[in-house]
């Protein structure tokens, strides 16, 4: 587009011009040069995923089932007697609780005492982060991240974080390593 003016003095756009087509076509060709180098530096680079989402009793989900998932453990929910028995499951590469300091429970009491601090059937009884964890890092480092990040939520709001680092699944992308943080 090409601003003019018109003889009463007012602004004006010319669409069709050898001008304006001129001036469309390298702008065009300037994007295309920009998308492609952009393009390229992105195939070197992590791309960041931060999903959280809530652990609630009305959309029929348990803390205890979603941490022993997520981790691939055993955990018996005291509340329901539910047995939520995962360890059968692939793909987790690290499991680990990050807490504040002085408590130290295991899984179980952990997720048992989220469960029975809250009443309501539509209680949230947890909240998950789900972080992707760049390919480029290697399995300490990206294990190191997600603790770091796990320590982060701790000590800013005083609560536990369990931490569990999934690998890639097998028919998606291998470079979908990711952490999953109760």
Request: include cysteine; charged fraction near 25%.
């Amino acid at each position: 587009l090409v601003p003019t003016t018109s003889e009463a003095g007012s602004a004006g756009v010319v669409l069709d011009s050898p001008s304006s087509r001129r001036a469309e076509s390298e702008k065009g060709a300037l994007m295309q040069t920009s998308f492609a180098v952009l393009s390229a530096r992105l195939k070197n680079m992590a791309i960041y995923h931060c999903c959280i989402k809530t652990v609630s009793r009305s959309d029929g989900r348990s803390a205890t089932g979603a941490a022993a998932y997520r981790s691939g453990s055993c955990i018996v929910d005291e509340r329901t007697g539910e047995i939520h028995d995962y360890t059968r499951k692939q793909g987790v590469e690290h499991s680990e609780l990050v807490q504040p300091e002085g408590i130290n429970l295991t899984r179980e009491e952990l997720w048992n005492g989220a469960e029975n601090a809250e009443k309501r059937k539509n209680s949230t009884v947890a909240r998950e982060y789900e972080v992707a964890l760049p390919d480029e890092l290697n399995g300490e480092q990206r294990k190191a991240l997600a603790l770091d990040f796990a320590r982060h939520l701790v000590n800013e709001y005083g609560v536990a974080a369990d931490v569990a680092i999934h690998a890639p699944g097998k028919e998606g992308d291998q470079r979908n390593h990711h952490a999953h943080i109760l």
